[in-house]
């Protein structure tokens, strides 16, 4: 097959803006060019068999020239692979886009172009200001407030006045105060709402807001910095109003996210939809004991239990796969009752069509021994992990009640990239680190390695079995007051409610 490059718009930041078209063409990419305006959020959704190139920056600080970026993707597409050109924002808005399909038409390599969604216009609406308004504008002006090396603006500051609409520029944080003294200068009214939006659409955006005559002194003083729009018109007043994305509960706040690696991430959607910076590490896995001849023996004799208990996701998968490797499906489970420690457990058997009997009021081990201690009078059979905690069988066993305790899965620890999760631990980058299970805390550890200080954030805990493992290393916990995802997330909300 002939090679081809797709240009795509990866869109100004917040990855939930890559269109549906941009992320269908990046998971087929073999080769990925991007550029430095590409958030890692969007990044991460490359797949990893794709090779990247990053042309933001080169052995020194430096971006590769724009005639190498042109080389590589004419290369890479002659030697026959997919090649996909990221670029933030829209391709075409500021974004050389354009150049780059002119060498590849020169070059005869096929190419086509995915629009993205462009900072100018999402980075003002994140800061809760709408592009244009009836009352405000009746008409929008992108212009670039980047000089070509060595060069004045080459803006017509009268026309701009007279056209009396929203004004946005990109690359403008240098020139700033050339171009509001080019407004004024052209006769715009100082008192002009003007503002400018740092980092729009992602968790470290920063406002500033302003008038034509105040905005150059204030973004001095708030040291704005790129990348920023700055927009000037009536709309600007609109912004203190409107303004909902720093608004959300956990704006500004820096979440580590660990979890096994074999389960969605629904805790790190939760968190960015509270506002928050959450960065995923899959620091562990499950792995199913197989074969297991323990659970075998068990399963086979499996009508002398009254109860099967489940206290995770991994041991009803566990168990199912070794049922169905037997020959046999749910009719073997006629007449036993079915526990499970927590409403994620009930659902994972909910998916083999199986309803638990028991989910205790208050999801932790202690809690369920106490529910069964309660109930059962027959035999009891636990498939847990290989290094599950006591509290479950010490319950039963103060109850008198017969169970067998039978290993189903064990947890292997990863270490995907540990030095800079490291780093950014040691440098109090992270306000909050989530830990599901005692097995994530020594996840965590295990990846990181030994010595870190990890007194510079607050551990997110699920249940206190997770606390008090966290508490062993030195961590400064809050235990959810359920052992539940969203009461998870609500520890952060109400931790910043209060100061
Ligand atoms: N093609 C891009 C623009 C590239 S020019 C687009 O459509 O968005 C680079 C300029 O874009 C920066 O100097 C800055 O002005 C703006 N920009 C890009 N991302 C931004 C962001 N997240 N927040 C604010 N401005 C941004």
């Known amino acids: 097959m002939p090679g081809k490059v797709t240009l795509v718009g ?65 290369q890479e597409a002659q030697a026959g692979r997919n090649v996909v050109r990221l670029k933030g924002g829209d391709p075409f808005v500021f974004g050389r886009g354009g150049e780059e399909l002119e060498e590849l038409a020169a070059g005869d390599v096929a190419f086509s172009e ?26 929008l002006h992108i212009i670039t407030g980047h000089a070509r090396e060595g060069a004045l603006l080459e803006i017509d500051f009268e026309a701009l ?62 040291k704005i910095g790129s990348p920023s729009i700055i927009i000037v018109g009536g709309v600007c007043a609109l912004g203190s109003r409107l303004c909902w994305f720093e608004a959300q509960p956990l704006h500004g706040r820096r979440v580590l996210v660990t979890r096994p690696k074999d389960r969605a991430g629904t805790l790190l959607s939760k968190f960015r939809a509270m506002g928050a910076e959450a960065v995923e590490f899959p620091c562990i896995e499950t792995q199913p004991i197989h074969p297991c001849p323990a659970m075998e ?9 009254e109860w099967l208990v489940f206290t995770s996701g991994a041991g009803v998968e566990a168990f199912w796969t070794c049922l169905r490797a037997m020959g046999q499906d749910a009719r073997a489970l006629s007449g036993i ?23 205790p009021e208050t999801y932790d081990a202690a809690h369920l021994g106490e529910a069964l201690a309660a109930t059962a009078s027959g035999k009891i059979l636990l498939l847990r992990a290989e290094d599950a905690s006591q509290a479950l069988p010490a319950a039963l066993e103060k109850a008198g009640i017969l169970y067998e305790d039978i290993p189903v899965y064990r947890t292997v620890y990863h270490h995907p990239d540990s030095p800079s999760i490291r780093e950014k631990l040691e440098a109090g980058y992270f306000d909050y680190v989530t830990f599901t299970s005692a097995s994530t805390v020594k996840g965590l550890l295990s990846a990181i390695g030994p010595g870190p200080d990890l007194t510079h954030f607050t551990g997110l805990c699920i249940g206190p079995q997770t606390a008090a493992e966290a508490e062993k290393h030195g961590i400064t916990v809050k235990t959810a007051p359920q052992a539940t995802i969203d009461a998870l997330v609500n520890l952060a909300v109400k931790m910043d409610e209060k100061v």
């Open 161 to 222: 006045v007279r056209a009396k609409g929203t004004l946005i520029f990109l690359m403008g944080v240098t020139a700033l105060p050339q171009i509001t003294a080019g407004l004024l200068a052209a006769g715009m009214n100082p008192a002009t709402p003007a503002a400018m939006v740092e980092n729009g659409t992602l968790p470290t955006q920063r406002r500033c807001v302003a008038t034509l005559g105040t905005l150059a002194e204030r973004a001095a003083e708030m």
């Open 114 to 139: 995915v629009p993205g969604v462009t900072s100018a216009i999402a980075a003002a609406a994140y800061g809760g200001i709408p592009a244009t308004h009836r009352d405000y504008a009746s008409s």
């Open 297 to 305: 023996q068990a399963l086979g004799r499996i009508s002398h239990c």
């Open 337 to 359: 009752k079915l526990a499970a420690i927590g409403p994620a457990t009930a659902k994972s058997l909910e998916a083999h069509g199986l309803t638990a009997d028991l989910v």
């Open 10 to 74: 990866a869109g100004p930041g917040d990855p939930g803006l890559l269109t549906l078209r941009g992320l269908e063409v990046l998971s087929q990419a073999e080769v990925v060019v991007y550029d430095r305006l590409v958030s890692p959020a969007v990044l991460a959704l490359i797949p990893p068999t794709a090779r990247r190139i990053d042309v933001g920056k080169n052995a020194g600080r430096h971006p590769v020239p724009q005639h190498e970026i042109n080389k590589i993707l004419l």
